[in-house]
């Protein structure tokens, strides 16, 4: 089975939420708790450069993180995505809507 680690470390103005392995409908319950309840308080930023695949499920949940933060007056960022994360974002036609980043202090 598929697994995903998320480790949360806090900045100033985000939260940074560290993902290794792979974010698909069997792993992203949980992530997809934690993400919607941050947008609303906080900028969350997502670094992905750990992370091997992601379905149509992951994707559809950074999306929907994306405009939840946008409606709640803060931002998702995507930091350093691994080849295959970026590919799996680049599938969906949305790459130039999301914000991506290199570090965190890029967040504003």
């Not at 697994?3 to 992203?28: A, D, F, P, R, W």
């Not at 007056?73 to 995505?81: A, E, R």
Request: glycine share 6%.
């Amino acid at each position: 089975m598929d697994q995903l680690k998320v480790v949360e470390k806090y900045g100033s103005n985000y939260l940074l939420m560290e993902l290794s392995g792979v974010i698909n409908s069997y792993t992203c319950d949980e992530l997809k708790t934690k993400v919607f309840s941050m947008v609303l308080d906080t900028n969350l930023v997502l670094d992905l450069s750990m992370v091997e695949a992601i379905d149509s499920a992951g994707v559809g949940l950074i999306m929907a993180g994306f405009n939840d933060a946008e409606d709640s007056g803060h931002s998702l960022y995507m930091m350093n995505p691994s080849s295959a994360a970026r590919k799996a974002i680049e599938d969906t036609g949305f790459m130039d809507t999301f914000k991506f980043i290199h570090s965190v202090t890029e967040v504003v």
